[in-house]
């Protein structure tokens, strides 16, 4: 039966969560904050805490409303980015400051806001619906400015154990470049970072027949690398990039012939290309100059792409009655932890503007977060109204 849920102000819930500095991987009562405003409208809430050796612990928190499927996921992270220089803020960083039409503080775009109106929408969704004919959840981490080890991963682990599924999912990060309704986010290309060391022989520069210098294989190797281009994009995806981070050699002497030289690359790949294939790429690169090599990969996501159909369609018509603009589905940007969730369903990205975030004054507009709320609710009154038949497949 409709009616009766606690209307949230999403302005107001946002410059809450604000007053929260929960500085990764601290939760700074966030949570906790998150959890006593699902439950009394009816979400049943699990905090989620995960450590492993090496990293720090961290809480999740997973609230559903509904037991049945479809099971709609509003996923995100309260987590925040240091303030850096809190002397160069015009406010308190952590005091979740409106003025000038703008919600000021550390996490009002990335992503404090988003989680606001996340809450706000189901509120709506409920005072004008009553509970949804299927399920309406949230998927809060902890750990996604960080390490993203205890966080988002883990947390989809457990609901699988819980033999749980998700059937579509917004990540609410700041997708917009200018205006909201700018863009929705329906993959991201993969990171890969590769570090190489060169190993040689040190020796005098004068006697080099007596030395193996590492640094003209470093050297070639880097050229080889970025000399031609890997691909030239696809429909969906920028062209792959490479880009070299860092070249060391930490040699003192001008008369010395280095024993090894290092370099660190970090590859942007779409969907022409896996990171077991780029790794092989380099080390066909290594193989042809010779000589003895160390490498180092860490993969931070591979590339996904969720094509574009039910869920993109629903999150546009949204958009598009709410601000009338035409958003762009694009994949452009680094990762974000919907790079794990595509392997559990349907997932697209979609939040508030992001040229603030994580810099000083880092804020949004007022009107911005209450016209998010209406389109995710908007996104939730479409989805069950088309979608409760049978839950979607995952992409």
Known sequence: MAGGAPRIDPVAFAGALIRCPSVTPEDAGALGLLEATLRPLGFACHRLRFEEAGTAPVDNLYARLGDGRPNFCFAGHTDVVPAGNVAA????????TVADGKLWGRGAADMKGAIAAFVA??????????RPPGAISLLITGDEEGPSINGTKKVLGWLA???????ACIVGEPTNPEALGDMIKI????????????????GHTAYPHLADNPVHRLVRLLDHLVAAPLDFGTAHFQPTTLQVSTVDVGNPA???????????????????????????HVQAKIAAIGGRWTVEPMLTGESFLTPPGRLSDTIVGAVRRVTGREPELSTTGGTSD????????????????????HKVDEHAATSDIERLADIYLAVLEDWFRTNSAAPAAPA
């Open 121 to 130: 929408a189901a509120a709506r969704y409920l005072d004008r619906h009553g």
């Open 254 to 280: 001008g008369n010395v012939i280095p024993a090894e030289a290092r370099a660190a690359f970090n590859i942007r790949f779409n969907d022409l290309h896996s990171s077991a294939s780029l790794i092989a």
């Open 89 to 96: 803020w015009q406010s308190d960083p952590f005091a979740g």
């Open 187 to 202: 993959g991201r290309r993969g990171s890969l970072h590769i570090r190489v060391i060169a190993h040689g022989t040190q």
């Open 338 to 357: 919907a790079r794990f969730i595509k392997d559990h369903c349907q997932v697209a990205e979609f939040g508030l503007v992001g040229q603030t975030m």
């Open 161 to 167: 154990g819980r033999s749980e599924a998700l059937d």
